[in-house]
């Protein structure tokens, strides 16, 4: 049996589900300015998500997980969380998390952490460590 690291040299890729890849297309390129490797439609679109593939699969229905399945570590998350929103992110707010007015909340490590949504309802966040 080896002991060699099968993965820990290799890259990572990203996924996220879609019903309607015309409107994940406009949101991943054109609203959170990921550049578009490839259509591989009917099956997926592929970003580059800054060196990361993300791989946007087109499904018949989408299972939205209450949690964060795809993230960003930002510089300045007050200004990515604006620029944003003037974008036309909705970004989330949860009742009794103490998060300031643009969403954002501080963790207990001192990371500040900010959610929204895709067009298909995947959880998606901002961290700022």
Do not use: C
Not at 4 to 13: D, N, R, Y
Not at 17 to 40: I, N, Q, V
Not at 63 to 71: E, F, M, R
Not at 87 to 92: H, Q
């Amino acid at each position: 049996m080896s002991t060699a690291p099968v993965l820990g040299s290799s890259k990572v890729m990203a996924f996220v589900s879609t019903r309607d890849p015309e409107r994940a297309k406009a949101f991943y390129r054109d609203t959170l300015g990921l550049r578009m490797a490839s259509e591989e439609l009917p099956f997926a679109l592929v970003f580059d998500a800054n060196g990361t593939m993300l791989r946007v699969t087109v499904v018949r229905e989408v299972a939205s997980a209450p949690y964060t399945v795809l993230g960003w570590q930002v510089a300045d998350i007050a200004a990515a969380v604006t620029a944003l929103k003037e974008a036309g992110v909705k970004f989330e707010h949860y009742k009794g998390m103490g998060q300031d007015t643009l969403g954002i909340w501080k963790s207990p490590s001192g990371a500040r952490v900010a959610w929204f949504k895709d067009p298909d309802g995947n959880m998606l966040s901002l961290t700022q460590f």
